[in-house]
């Protein structure tokens, strides 16, 4: 249970007569690239906005490394090291590429010194350099972030998630959106990430899926439907029904399965 | 020469304008024209703390007035109930601002965008209200008069306010000391932090940043900058008035930030110049003065979101930008 890096007991989220999170039980285990998959409003986002603390859960529990972390937050949360990116891209729309990443990783630390210029941090100007160059981003450094082609702020929204050094990183729909060639890049990023941070990647490209992940969750209705390794999931009759579909095998390809 | 080099000497003769004021102005216009320029930089506060609200975190207050009026009285009342002396008197009107700005802005930054200037709004008038009622401590609407103590005393020979020259310079000091103060914080991780959570609330939670904490601390500086604000302007005209907390002059405030531009250091004093140059210059030829203040504030609001200092960084850019490319 100890190598569990994030667990949940009964967890459990209603709006209104909705159970969007169902007594959702599940264990992480560290050094894994884990997937949620699931058709729409299966309950993947609001199982990672429970956890990430944007929602407070109406039951249950979370154990992040074996410490409660229920109740807490979103900023506490954030600070023990568990970082997300969102569905709909989200960044600093008015300062720049760097600020964007300068600020994400000074968040971390305490406090904010009033009036030290930021400039003079130099070893928080030089981890923003390292990872503009990992990303790939360099050469748009002084870009109002609002400004950058989609691909790019993705690849943003992955840096600040880099810089901010977490310990278990939630990706949602990390590619959503991109181009072939921008999916391809951010793949490659998110695979060499994943030999330093543990990641849960809700994702809906089965392609991308079933190339990344080590363990895949299917969640339905609120609910676990089934877990285990691409190769069980893609055999599993019931994920088949539920969720791959009616269509036949070439459901594996598409992007956007429907409910 | 460089877009540095040019902007760094703009500000250089702007600065040496500014320190020259005491004797050039009464030269070419008059004496009376040093006193408009002194509450020019006064009220350039009051529009310094709504930018620095509006403008870096994104919260909109209507209610500044209320901090501009309690550093106000805490001159009034120190110097005419209480016998403080000068630096007591002017201490007490900005920590009273600072005091009120923490215990409204508890509950005020748990709201955001209409719900906070709503909120801001209603502080300010409880206030407005409570101090028209207890005259014999405020004096209502007449206000409070007093006469000021020294500012410094040598041996024999006092120096106070009221040698115009040294008043002048008492203000621009102050003022100056603040702009430069908030240029710090600006550029300070705080700044950033602020920036932050104005651009993308949700997402700056998510990396850390305690939002309510940050927003906080941004709303009681804004009552500091008001308070200093209100407290010269006490010291300037000798009396304090409940009449300033009236949410109009909060509102003023909005509007000379915004024209001036928010968002950027000086927006708030090129506003603030410019409505109150058109209300000294044209208030007294023609009534309706007002007019142009709202046709100049829709145009900006309208062709320029950033303001004044917006349209001049177009232009700065254009003529740099420009000739290399």
């Known amino acids: 249970m100890s190598d569990a890096v994030l667990r949940t007991e009964g967890l459990t989220k209603r709006f ?29 986002t609001t199982f990672f906005n429970v956890v990430s603390g944007m929602h407070a859960a109406d039951a249950g529990r979370v154990f992040f490394a074996g410490q409660d972390i229920t109740g807490l937050k979103p900023h ?121 941070v543990d990641i849960i990647i809700i994702e809906h490209d089965m392609e991308v899926v ?30 088949r029904e539920a969720y791959l579909g009616r269509a036949g095998d070439d459901a594996l390809d598409e992007d956007e399965p429907h409910a | 020469m460089s877009r540095r080099a040019f902007e760094r000497s703009i500000f250089a003769a702007f600065a040496l304008l500014m320190l020259a004021v005491p004797w050039i102005v009464p030269q070419f216009l008059g004496s009376f024209w040093v006193s408009v320029i002194a509450e020019i930089l006064i009220w350039s506060l009051l529009a310094a703390s709504v930018n620095l609200l509006f403008g870096y975190v994104g919260l909109l207050s209507f209610g500044q007035a209320l901090y501009f009026g309690f550093g106000m009285y805490g001159v009034g009342i120190g110097i005419a109930h209480l016998g403080l002396s000068f630096w007591p008197a002017f201490a007490l009107g900005i920590v009273s601002a600072i005091a009120m700005a923490l215990v409204s802005g508890v509950f005020a930054v748990r709201l955001t965008w209409h719900y906070f200037a709503i909120i801001t709004v209603v502080f300010s008038l409880i206030f407005y209200f409570l101090f028209l009622t207890i005259k014999p401590i405020t004096g209502g609407d007449d206000g409070i008069n007093f006469s000021l103590p020294p500012t410094f005393t040598f041996g024999e020979t006092e120096l106070t306010l009221a040698d115009a020259t040294f008043q002048y310079f008492f203000i621009l000091f102050f003022v100056t000391l603040c702009f430069w103060l908030m240029h710090r914080v600006i550029a300070s991780p705080l700044g950033k932090a602020l920036m932050a959570i104005r651009d993308n609330d949700v997402r700056a939670s998510l990396i850390g940043l305690n939002t309510y904490v940050l927003r906080l601390v941004a709303f009681v500086m804004a009552g500091f900058l008001a308070g200093v604000s209100g407290a ?7 009396y304090s008035s409940a009449s300033y907390m009236f949410y109009h002059v909060s509102g003023e405030a909005v509007v000379w930030a915004i024209v001036g531009g928010t968002g950027t250091l ?36 309208m062709f320029a979101p950033r303001g004044f200092v917006g349209l001049w960084r177009n232009l700065v850019d254009r003529v740099f930008n420009g000739g290399k490319a």
């Open chain 1, 16 to 44: 209104g007569g909705l159970v969007a999170v169902d007594g959702v039980d599940l264990e992480f285990e560290t050094g894994r690239v884990h997937a949620i998959i699931g058709p729409n409003g299966a309950g993947k």
């Open chain 1, 76 to 196: 506490q949360i954030s600070r023990r090291g568990i970082k997300r990116t969102m569905q709909i891209k989200s960044v600093f729309p008015n300062m720049s590429v760097e600020d964007n990443l300068w600020i994400t990783a000074k968040a971390g630390q305490g406090f904010l010194h009033p009036f030290r210029p930021a400039a003079k941090f130099t070893g928080i100007r030089e981890k923003v350099e390292r990872t503009l160059e990992q990303v790939g981003l360099s050469a748009v450094a002084g870009q109002v972030a609002g400004t950058l082609a989609y691909g790019n702020m993705a690849l943003l929204e992955i840096g600040m998630a880099l810089i901010s050094e977490p310990k278990l990183l939630l990706l949602d729909e990390p590619i959503c959106g991109m181009s072939p060639v921008e999916t391809e890049n951010t793949v490659q990023k998110i695979r060499a990430l994943s030999r330093q």
């Open chain 1, 210 to 239: 079933f190339g990344i992940a080590d363990d895949i969750t299917v969640m339905a209705q609120g609910a676990v439907l089934a877990r285990g390794t691409p190769q069980a999931i893609g055999a599993d009759e019931r994920v």
């Open chain 2, 232 to 238: 010269l302007f006490a010291l300037f005209g000798r």
């Open chain 2, 266 to 301: 000086l927006g708030p004093f090129v506003g603030t110049g410019i409505f109150i140059l058109v209300r000294e210059v044209i208030s007294s030829q023609w009534h309706h003065h007002l007019l142009i203040v709202g046709v100049i504030a829709i145009l900006i609001v």
